[in-house]
Nanobody
Framework: QLQLVESGGGLVQPGGSLRLSCAAS????????IGWFRQAPGKEREGVSC????????NYADSVKGRFTISRDNAKNTVYLQMNSLKPEDTAHYYC????????????????????WGQGTQVTVSS
């Protein structure tokens, strides 16, 4: 059964760093585009970053450009989101999502583009 499990969240001070992981089981990630999303209380889920199945295309929300980096390790069947220079406004529940695709240079930044979702991991940025 296809499963995505996020980890790496926690409480961090402003300016700190976290690395989120999204581990896949029941399928191999190499044919999937992957997205990271977040949802803060009272707000809609928003796209943070995505990576194509080849890794050649990476997109970022303007609010995280230059601070977050998405990467994938197909051998480990895992996707990462390195988050640096964290701000209080980055506080949210973070989710990964996947979509099978043969398009090697495409990934989506909208929730409706994805088929499968993990349960998420909480990130809290506070002093």
């Amino acid at each position: 059964q296809l499963q995505l499990v996020e980890s790496g969240g926690g409480l961090v001070q402003p300016g700190g760093s976290l690395r989120l992981s999204c581990a896949a089981s029941g399928f191999t990630l190499d044919a999937y585009a992957i997205g990271w999303f977040r949802q803060a209380p009272g707000k809609e889920r928003e796209g943070v970053s995505c990576i194509s199945n080849s890794g050649g295309r990476r997109n970022y929300a303007d609010s995280v450009k230059g601070r977050f980096t998405i990467s994938r390790d197909n051998a480990k069947n895992t996707v990462y989101l390195q988050m640096n220079s964290l701000k209080p406004e980055d506080t949210a529940h973070y989710y990964c999502a996947v979509r099978p695709t043969s398009l090697q240079s495409m990934c989506g930044m909208t929730t409706r583009w994805y088929d499968y979702w993990g349960q998420g991991t909480q990130v809290t940025v506070s002093s």
